[in-house]
């Protein structure tokens, strides 16, 4: 018979809380778990009962925590720190040369810098697995809180995530988000006003992704309409290619745009005022003390002293064509 903790701290059911927590909703979280309402239902009154107490309640239709419920809350997260924290000790008592090193990417990215280093990494280090997983941003945070991936790479400032006391970044580059449009009035202008920006339909990312919040705030500081958007897709590609047949407006990071040569009636500029972010390594605290990811980073910043990023995407470009 399972003693007490074992019902409560089992990895499933803390598994089944969290991810109830993080829709807020039965039916959703046991599409995403892969089992049924029933089932997700079961492990959460197994556990209310073992803590003794209602861990959510309604109000209408609407689920919500209960005190018990942040307590618990609170708990799941300490265990994932103590785990991770054993886990990232054990690691760096390992080699530098030896091992797997997990990275998550956002989506959005323009990743040949880093397939390119990679590749010439893999020549230095043949016994070093690296897998990429390209995520969105909330599959990148999720992996990082419970120690599937190692390093993200992803924009910042991100005001989605409230507790960074965990957490630590270096910068890779800052760079601009450009204006994308097809007016050729318009084609001499390196920079461009955000209220000029809107007198077109625009296609963007998901309302959900980091670059789309990013502009929406923009507009909304400088007390202007946000753009009206006709299509939403979530890769750079598929925005490019969509703003380039239909005619319409976008934006996109520089990085990008720099790595892929304009059609004919395409425009880019930079918007006025300036829109800006970093593009950023993310770990947890002391992962970049495990030897074989302080061995990573730091070949990485000497391969851009050697040739800077923006230099290094025009040089795989060229080798493309």
Do not use: C
């Not at 892969?34 to 197994?46: D, M, N, R, V």
């Not at 047949?245 to 745009?257: D, I």
């Amino acid at each position: 018979m399972k003693s007490k903790q074992e019902q409560i701290f089992s990895s499933k059911t803390l598994t089944y809380f969290l991810q109830l927590v993080d829709t807020m909703n039965y039916t959703q979280a046991a599409q995403i778990l892969g089992i049924t309402q029933p089932a997700l239902t079961q492990q959460i009154k197994k556990l209310e009962r073992a803590v003794g107490a209602p861990l959510f309640y309604s109000v209408g239709k609407k689920l919500r925590l209960s005190d018990a419920g942040y307590t618990m809350i609170k708990a799941t997260h300490d265990i994932n720190l103590v785990l991770n924290t054993a886990a990232d000790e054990i690691q760096q008592s390992t080699s530098a040369t030896h091992g797997e090193i997990n990275i998550g990417i956002l989506a959005s990215i323009e990743t040949r810098v880093f397939e390119d280093f990679i590749a010439k990494y893999f020549a230095m280090e043949p016994d070093i697995r690296i897998t990429v997983h390209v995520l969105t941003r909330k599959e990148i945070w999720e992996r990082l809180e419970t120690n599937q991936i190692d390093l993200a790479i992803m924009y910042l400032p991100d005001d989605s995530i409230k507790n960074w006391k965990p957490y630590e970044s270096r910068k890779i580059i800052s760079e601009n988000l450009l204006f994308i449009h097809h007016d050729e009035k318009l084609a001499k202008q390196k920079r461009i006003k955000l209220k000029k920006t809107t007198k077109d339909s625009w296609v963007t990312y998901p309302e959900s992704f980091y670059l789309n919040g990013i502009i929406s705030e923009a507009f909304k500081n400088n007390l202007e309409d946000a753009p009206v958007s006709v299509a939403r897709f979530t890769s750079p590609d598929q925005i490019r290619r969509f703003s380039d047949a239909a005619g319409v407006s976008t934006a996109l990071p520089e990085s990008y745009v720099y790595a892929h040569q304009s059609r004919k009636g395409s425009y880019f500029a930079k918007f006025d005022p300036a829109i800006k972010f970093d593009l950023s390594f993310i770990f947890r605290k002391d992962k970049d003390t495990i030897p074989r990811i302080s061995n990573f980073l730091e070949q990485f910043y000497i391969y851009l002293d050697e040739t800077d990023y923006m230099e290094r995407l025009r040089t795989t470009i060229d080798n493309d064509n």
